[in-house]
């Protein structure tokens, strides 16, 4: 997936101002400007369209497991050169704290089923074995399930029909 894609989808997900945007880039130790995310956050056929590359993206995703876990005493991780699927299903899993029960709810809330076994094989390092490249499918499946339970739940109007009485 193009990290371009990825962003927009959790700026939308979690209702993320400019200014948050630019925060998250701080906390994994990347300064940017309103204009550089308005680029990256542009439709591919706008002449102003900027492609997010994988060491800024990485560096926003470090700043968003900041964001929600907290800092750690030691340096912040270094983000890394190439980033592929895999790395960003795991940042997120971290980011959000989930765990493998969690990943699998989610991806189900997008229609998407998937066995414990196969999604234990993203986590796994390359070479290993058991590794599996996570394809477009399913990282896109698995931003659209959290869309589904963070954005779509926090914008529901809740109504309360018990106040108007059975009929």
């Not at 960003?88 to 809330?109: C, G, P, T, Y």
């Not at 399913?138 to 529901?156: A, C, P, S, W």
Request: hydrophobic share 40%.
């Amino acid at each position: 997936m193009k990290n371009n894609d990825i962003l927009r989808r959790l700026r939308y997900t979690f209702d993320f101002s400019d200014d948050k945007v630019m925060r998250l880039f701080a906390l994994g130790g990347l300064e940017v400007t309103r204009e550089q995310i308005s680029n990256w956050l542009k439709k591919d056929d706008d002449p102003q369209y900027v492609t997010l590359n994988d060491k800024p993206m990485a560096t926003f995703l470090n700043g968003l497991i900041i964001d929600k876990r907290g800092a750690r005493e030691e340096q912040p991780p270094k983000p890394e050169q190439r980033l592929n699927n895999n790395m960003v299903l795991v940042k997120l899993k971290i980011a959000l704290s989930f765990k493998a029960e969690d990943v699998l709810e989610v991806l189900a809330l997008a229609g998407f089923k998937l066995g414990k076994h196969e999604l234990s094989a993203f986590f796994r390092k390359a070479g290993h074995k058991q590794y599996r490249e996570c394809l477009d499918q399913v990282l896109r499946n698995f931003l659209q399930g959290i869309q589904i339970k963070y954005r779509d739940k926090t914008h529901e109007k809740a109504f309360d029909w018990g106040e108007f009485g059975e009929s």
